[in-house]
Nanobody, 119 residues
Framework: QVQVVESGGGSVQAGGSLKLSCVVS????????MNWYRQAPGKERELVSR???????TYGVSVKGRFTASRDNSKNTMYLQMNSLKTEDTAVYYC?????????????WGQGTQVTVSS
């Protein structure tokens, strides 16, 4: 089974930065579509970023220009650099690996890491 573990969350003031990490084990990261999602209390889960198996990166409109997703294939790790953080970025952030080897297969979720942005 694929295992996904996020880290790097914490508390930061508005305008500050955080960098999240997502380590994948049990599979090769660059053979999966790698996603960051977030979910704020009482809200639906929202896509933050996505890196395809070919390396194409897309972002949700609310984070474009502020967040940067990247991957280090040698470390089987994906990162999310979050700059210019806003209070509305407060959420639990989840890493998810999907399409690992084939489209429509299981999605593997991390446990989530809390990001809290204060004004």
């Amino acid at each position: 089974q694929v295992q996904v573990v996020e880290s790097g969350g914490g508390s930061v003031q508005a305008g500050g930065s955080l960098k999240l990490s997502c380590v994948v084990s049990g599979y090769t990261l660059n053979r999966c579509t790698m996603n960051w999602y977030r979910q704020a209390p009482g809200k639906e889960r929202e896509l933050v970023s996505r890196i395809s198996t070919t390396g194409t990166t897309t972002y949700g409109v609310s984070v474009k220009g502020r967040f940067t997703a990247s991957r280090d294939n040698s470390k089987n790790t994906m990162y999310l650099q979050m700059n210019s953080l806003k209070t509305e970025d407060t959420a639990v952030y989840y890493c998810a690996a999907s399409n690992c080897g084939f489209i429509g297969g299981p999605i593997y979720w991390g446990q989530g890491t809390q990001v809290t942005v204060s004004s």
